[in-house]
């Protein structure tokens, strides 16, 4: 099948889109209101766009509690949702209204971060403390009047868990990081399924010599 995705007439019983753009990490945001309550809240439409200095990105349809309080207070803390942690990271997605913290919903622990006032989830292995960059709020198309926003957050603070360094190096098949595919899908990362592959390098003469893989 090919189709157009502006008209998006699919023909499908559900929107294939999510499904496509698969696994999509899981941000879980934890920001705080100006009245000092908290909220917890996952995000899979999320990534990590920049390194040196870390840039985040996660897309809200419509401007959720999160938006309301990252707005308020310029803050937000994404901590990595684990296999471990499947189930409070499904409860914390709950549609409670605002001014309900999701952290004792979801039976987790709100933990001081060192570099913003958001608390961080204390069961969760890493935790990325961000300032509030910028929201783009992005256009509807067709007949998709929803607009969803993209805020940007400069990661200042970062939380590893001593225990999943190894010789200096994360071990992130041992987090064991959930991920998001389509429907009502997740995927699970473990050492079973990583594998390592070296970048192709190029010589003097300029040819290509092949990375080696492993795994
Ligand atoms: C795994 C998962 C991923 C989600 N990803 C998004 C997302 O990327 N964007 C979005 O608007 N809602 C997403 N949701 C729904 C929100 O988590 C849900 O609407 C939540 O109530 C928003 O919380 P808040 O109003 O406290 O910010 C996701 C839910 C789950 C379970």
């Known amino acids: 099948m090919h189709y157009d995705a502006i008209e998006n007439r699919h023909g499908l019983p559900h929107d294939p889109l ?7 990490p899981i941000g879980w945001i934890s920001t705080v209101s100006k009245a000092g309550i ?4 996952p995000y899979s439409f999320f990534n990590a766009v920049g390194e040196k200095p870390g840039y985040v990105v996660f897309g809200s349809a419509g401007i959720k ?6 707005a308020e207070t310029g803050e937000f803390v994404c901590s990595l949702a684990t296999w471990d942690l499947r189930t409070h990271m499904n409860m914390s997605s709950a549609s409670v209204p605002y001014g309900v913290d999701e952290f004792p919903l979801a039976g987790l622990t709100a933990i001081q971060s060192r570099f913003v006032k958001p608390p961080r989830v204390k069961e969760s292995p890493v935790a990325l403390e961000c300032r509030h960059f910028q929201t783009i709020a992005l ?3 067709g007949r998709y009047t929803q607009s969803y926003n ?9 939380y590893i868990d001593d225990r999943y360094l190894r010789d200096g190096i994360v071990d992130t ?9 389509g429907y009502m899908d997740y995927a699970v ?3 079973e399924n990583t594998f390592t592959l070296t970048r192709p390098d190029v010589d003097a003469s300029g040819h290509v010599i092949p990375g080696s893989a492993k795994g």
């Open 18 to 24: 999510k499904a496509l753009v698969a696994p999509r």
């Open 38 to 41: 908290c909220n917890l809240a």
């Open 65 to 70: 509690d999160s938006l309301k309080n990252i």
């Open 139 to 141: 256009p509807g198309a």
């Open 150 to 158: 993209l805020v940007i957050g400069q990661i200042v603070g970062v």
């Open 173 to 181: 098949p041992a987090m064991k990081p959930i991920a998001r595919l």
């Open 189 to 191: 990362v473990g050492a």
